[in-house]
Antibody, heavy 122, light 109 residues
Framework: QVTLKESGPVLVKPTETLTLTCTVSGFSLSNARMGVSWIRQPPGKALEWLAHIFSNDEKSYSTSLKSRLTISKDTSKSQVVLTMTNMDPVDTATYYC??????????????WGRGTLVTVSS | SSELTQDPAVSVALGQTVRITCQGDSLRSYYASWFQQKPGQAPVLVIYGKNIRPSGIPDRFSGSSSGNTASLTITGAQAEDEADYYCSSRDSSGNHLWVFGGGTKLTVL
């Protein structure tokens, strides 16, 4: 069974750094056809793509958040980690990790984790 | 960067057909994907590529595209189709960036 599961703190204080982990099962992070993205959704608002890591360790980041984000992976642990610095209450959101399947020229997020709600408050 | 624009809300009578649209420059170059999201749940992929449904998605869901507009059509909408729908595609910059539309709230009357 292929799954993704997010984990991390429920509550962080303003200015702190958020670290989230996505643990995947049923596929390998070294599979050339697959990558993992982080996507967030503030309460009642739309989805926002944040960052992506490919099987070859290439990384990409949202233009607007690039200075605050770092994505990495540990293939042996089947984990993808996202860090976001200088957290602010506006960063309160459900954070999802999602698998991207790549069958050129088609790319699609075919599987999502259940998400983890992160609240930023003092 | 790129933006994808969706109508905030659409309604459809039970059993009728509804089209949800997504506009953006990136759609001239890249395929859109469509996601269904029900309250409190993660998004679920319903259409990707030219018009491909993942396993388990009813065939009343279909996708199409023309120019800068992608469409999701539900033929014979059911009560359980009431949800938020999001489109997504690669950013038109040519870099490995992705964007989502603002979402469309579908109400089945």
């Amino acid at each position: 069974q292929v799954t993704l599961k997010e984990s991390g703190p429920v509550l962080v204080k303003p200015t702190e750094t958020l670290t989230l982990t996505c643990t995947v099962s049923g596929f390998s992070l070294s599979n050339a056809r697959m990558g993992v993205s982080w996507i967030r959704q503030p309460p009642g608002k739309a989805l926002e793509w944040l960052a992506h890591i490919f099987s070859n360790d290439e990384k990409s980041y949202s233009t607007s958040l690039k200075s605050r984000l770092t994505i990495s992976k540990d293939t042996s642990k089947s984990q993808v980690v996202l860090t976001m610095t200088n957290m602010d209450p506006v960063d309160t959101a459900t954070y999802y990790c999602a698998r991207m399947n790549i069958v050129a020229p088609v790319e699609y997020f075919d599987l999502w984790g259940r998400g983890t709600l992160v609240t930023v408050s003092s | 960067s790129s933006e994808l624009t969706q109508d905030p809300a659409v309604s459809v009578a039970l059993g009728q057909t509804v089209r949800i649209t997504c506009q953006g420059d990136s759609l001239r170059s890249y395929y859109a994907s469509w996601f269904q999201q029900k309250p409190g749940q993660a998004p679920v992929l319903v259409i990707y590529g030219k018009n491909i449904r993942p396993s388990g998605i009813p065939d009343r869901f279909s996708g199409s595209s023309s120019g800068n507009t992608a469409s999701l059509t539900i033929t014979g909408a059911q009560a359980e189709d009431e949800a938020d729908y999001y489109c997504s595609s690669r950013d038109s910059s040519g870099n490995h960036l992705w964007v989502f539309g603002g979402g469309t709230k579908l109400t089945v009357l």
